[in-house]
């Protein structure tokens, strides 16, 4: 994205508004909540990924939005790893020719990891942007899609470890383009999850173009290339998907997709479509039944932010931040944009509240990219993690506002209605200054708070652990459907605890082009039992369970009201 393509139109931020960097001198206390410590230990995890954008000088667009990342338990041994998706070398043709090739990483425990890439036959050499995960055949193992530069893949798990590449028989590669985020999702409560696919721009090495800043030479932005379409495959049960997206109507919205999220946001119990586009209007996809959809993204308020501009849109999260039963969502945006915090106004609107409620804090002058809306403290309220790094790499020539290598930044939720900016206060993992790009969120040792793993282009990543020390509960849900798909994807969670009601939903797809969080997690402050939870599965059952014990890890199963 070209530097006068995202300002055109952008207001100047008012001074009052500007939010201030705290001083290493300033005095804190304990009641000044900086609580969370985030630790970087990359270095002594045995974790030695590097990302290439395929960077060969020549400036080609797709660099630039190069890659996600996923964290999940790809063996079942109940420990959650990390798969890193790569680039390749650039200029060829997108037909999976190259040498970089993706990394998973299997979780040994006590943060080492064992890079088994090969022998999980995940060693391909496709230009990789995006991933999701999902038990698309419902056998109990996690499969994985990736969304692709040329052809895509769907890699089914075979339960030893290892995948096969099943996308010719399924028939997903979805043809050629420049791939972004991607989900899988029950668009009809079949049980079976289907795939929804986001494309970015219709470039090709033939229509490659450069532009220059102040006679540097530099990236084109999204609007030098045509805008493309989504698409959405319908799973028919027998490994095989038809795609349907014509008939669902994703076929006729041109954008320019980046992030996406399946979320119920309107709670009528099926599953919509939220989808970030790069200086077009977002898409709020709302699923009518039947297979088919309809964007009511400029209706509802989200389509543009809230001077009505139109945002250079890239990483995409959903939480109920303020308990009131509706899902808002958060979005990630270019330099000299503020992130959005859509509040969610019961179904009805939704209104982009980051200013007023600090959302935004420190995160104007640089780009922003992958986002988790995550409670690191385990007080009931979910914090804002933002990766953070430039798309241009000679910006820092031409711009003195940003910088090509970013520290990523922290908000605290305060649980009063604000957000502040503790990017100085906690800890090593904040300090590394990266181009970052995908980011995600698990509990990867098992101690029952949230770290996080950052991929940074043309770089090592960073993996942070959580050492918060607060005293505070929580609680982690894994679901099983039976009628349902059997990962739980698409389900909601309700978790009481006093007078305060915490819900979460299973995704498959988030953030920026990445997947993370199938276990559910909740922070649960001073409380040492849950009251009840409530689960409400995509094939419109409803179980309940009372009086649970904090501080572990349950496994729910649709249809039985009880504990395994």
């Not at 530097?3 to 139109?9: L, S």
């Not at 179980?543 to 395994?564: P, R």
């Amino acid at each position: 994205m070209s530097f006068h393509e995202h300002v055109h139109r952008q207001w100047t931020l008012p001074c009052s508004m500007i939010s201030v960097m705290v001083m290493p001198w300033m005095a804190f206390t304990a009641e000044n909540f900086y609580s969370i410590q985030l630790t970087d230990v990359t270095q002594a995890s045995g974790i030695d990924f590097v990302h290439t954008d395929g960077s060969s000088g020549k400036r080609f667009i797709v660099e630039t939005v190069a890659s996600g990342l996923a964290t999940f338990d790809f063996n079942g041994d109940g420990l959650i790893d990390i798969l890193f998706l790569n680039g390749a070398p650039l200029p060829v043709q997108p037909t999976g020719e190259g040498t970089a090739h993706n990394a998973l990483y299997q979780n040994e425990g006590d943060w080492k990891f064992t890079d088994v890439t090969k022998h999980a036959g995940l060693n391909d050499t496709a230009y990789h942007l995006g991933v999701c995960v999902g038990d698309y055949d419902n056998d109990g193992d996690p499969d994985l899609f990736l969304n692709n530069f040329g052809p895509n893949i769907l890699y089914q798990n075979n339960g030893n470890g290892t995948f096969s590449n099943v996308t010719e028989k399924a028939g997903v590669s979805g043809g050629s383009h420049v791939g972004a985020g991607a989900c899988f999702l029950d668009i009809e409560g079949d049980g079976d999850l289907d795939l929804f696919v986001a494309n970015y721009v219709d470039f090709t090495f033939d229509n490659h173009h450069i532009t220059h800043m102040n006679g540097f030479p530099a990236y084109v932005g999204p609007l030098n290339y045509p805008s493309t379409t989504n698409q959405l495959f319908r799973n028919d049960g027998n490994g095989v998907f038809t795609d349907i997206s014509e008939s669902s109507g994703i076929a006729s919205l041109p954008g320019a997709g980046m992030g996406v999220i399946a979320v119920d946001i309107d709670n009528d119990r099926d599953t919509d479509i939220i989808v970030g586009n790069d200086l077009r209007p977002d898409f709020l996809l709302i699923n009518e039944g039947k297979g088919h959809f309809k964007d009511t993204g400029a209706l509802m308020g989200l389509a543009y932010d809230a001077f009505g501009n139109v945002q250079g849109s890239m990483g995409m999260e959903i939480a109920d931040w303020n308990h009131d039963g509706w899902f808002d969502v958060y979005i990630t945006p270019y330099q000299r944009q503020l992130p959005t915090l859509y509040e969610n106004r019961k179904g009805a609107s939704f209104e982009d509240v980051a200013r007023q409620t600090g959302a935004a804090m420190g995160a104007y002058a640089d780009v922003k990219w992958g986002v988790g809306w995550v409670d690191f403290d385990n007080d009931l309220h979910k914090d804002i993690f933002i990766a953070c790094g430039h798309l241009i790499d000679n910006v820092d020539q031409f711009d003195t506002n940003t910088q090509w290598a970013a520290r990523n930044i922290l908000l605290h939720n305060t649980g009063s209605g604000k957000f502040t900016n503790v990017s100085d206060q906690s800890g090593t993992g904040l300090l590394p200054k990266m181009s970052s790009r995908g980011a995600a969120f698990d509990d990867l040792d098992n101690d029952g708070d949230i770290d996080a793993v950052v991929l940074n282009t043309r770089s090592k990543p960073t993996l942070i652990r959580n050492e918060s020390q607060t005293n505070n509960h929580w609680l982690q849900i894994s679901l099983i459907g039976t009628k349902s798909p059997r990962d739980g994807t698409g389900a909601r969670v309700y978790v009481k605890t006093g007078d305060m009601t915490q819900m979460d939903e299973v995704h498959s797809g988030r953030s920026y082009q990445s997947d993370f969080g199938k276990r559910l997690h909740f922070g649960l402050g001073s409380h040492e039992k849950v009251d009840r939870i409530e689960v409400r599965w995509t094939s419109g059952t409803t179980d309940a369970f009372q009086t649970i014990k904090a501080d572990q890890h349950i496994t729910l199963l649709e249809g039985k009201g009880n504990l395994e």
